[in-house]
């Protein structure tokens, strides 16, 4: 399993944006498709991007597509997720997670692919 931190949230107003990084001292990381979930209060975790290992191929939630895009750079072994134009509907905490393959041409967009989590950090989208 690979150590993940997140990092970025915080209390941001409608319409702002904000970048949230998924940081990892494993190099290993990069060998490994990385996805960003959501968890709401009283909802469940929800997957809203994820990108393959080698940053070629990428999935959006439709609730984001447009406004949050996720990227890697592997030399730096990080994964961001740049998001604009934020809702309300987008507060909860955001967790990065890593696959539990090696090298999966697509990223996975099922929880159970993936193995490693974060602990996760907070975004509150509010006026």
């Known amino acids: 399993q690979v150590q993940l931190v997140e990092s970025g949230g915080r209390l941001v107003q409608p319409g702002d944006s904000l970048r949230l990084s998924c940081t990892s001292s494993?190099?290993?990381?990069?060998?490994?498709?990385v996805g960003w979930f959501r968890q709401a209060p009283g909802k469940e975790r929800e997957l809203v991007a994820a990108?393959?290992?080698?940053?070629?191929?990428?999935y959006y939630a439709d609730a984001v597509k447009d406004r949050f895009t996720i990227s890697r750079d592997n030399r730096k072994t990080a994964v961001w997720l740049q998001m604009n134009n934020l809702k309300p509907d987008d507060t909860g905490i955001y967790y990065c997670?890593?696959?539990?393959?090696?090298?999966?041409?697509?990223?996975?967009?099922?929880?159970?692919?993936?193995?490693?989590w974060g602990q996760g950090t907070q975004v509150t989208v509010s006026s």
């Open positions: 990108i393959s290992w080698s940053g070629g191929n990428t």
């Open positions: 494993d190099r290993t990381l990069e060998r490994y498709g």
């Open positions: 997670a890593a696959d539990g393959l090696i090298r999966s041409v697509t990223p996975p967009t099922t929880r159970q692919r993936y193995n490693s």
